[in-house]
C-alpha cells in the first residue's frame, strides 16, 4: 500500500492524475474480486480517456512527465525516504491508506519536491540546451530560489554547467 500512495504522490505532482494508477491485492482464490477490480479500473481509465487527455497535456508533455516520474522514483534520496517511512508506517502498526498516504506525503514530500524540480531542469537542459536561468525557471516552473539551490548541487556533482548567464548540461 506504500508504493501505491507513493506512485499516486508522484504522478499528482508532476500532473499526470493519480487515478491512472492502483495497486490491489487478491489471491488465487479471489477470482470474482479480481474480475471487478479489473472491470471497475478498466472503466476508471476509459472515462479518463487516453492518458494526458484530463490532464490538458500533449504527448511530448506526457513523455516529460513520466520521465521525471520515472527518474524520480529511482532516485535513491527518494528510495531512502520511502523506506524511513515505511519502517516510520511498521512501528506506528496503523496500515489503512489514510494513514500511509499522510505517512508518504509528510516523509516524502519535500523530497519529491526538490526531486521533481531537479529532473525538470536536468530534463529541461537536455532538450533545450544551454539556456538562461529565467528561460529554465519559464520551462519548469519552479521558484527561482528553490531552481538556484538545485543548480547549485547539480554543479558541484558535475551534472550542470553556467556558461555566462547561460546554464548547460555539463560536458561528460
Known sequence: MGVNALVKKVLAEVGIKPERFDLQ??????????????????????ELGP?????GLDAEEVKAKLKIALNLVNDRKVRMSFGTATRSIRKEGDFSQKHITEVIDSKLGGTINTGI?????????????????????????APKEDAEKILAALTKQGKVEQKGKKWALAAS
Open 25 to 46: 491485492w487478491a489471491s488465487a482464490a479471489e477470482a470474482p474480486r479480481f474480475v471487478k477490480l479489473i472491470t471497475e479500473f478498466t472503466q476508471k481509465i476509459k
Open 51 to 55: 492518458i494526458g487527455q484530463a490532464e
Open 117 to 141: 524540480i531537479e529532473n525538470g531542469l536536468l530534463t529541461a537542459l537536455e532538450q533545450s540546451g544551454p539556456v538562461s536561468l529565467s528561460k529554465l525557471l519559464e520551462q519548469v516552473g
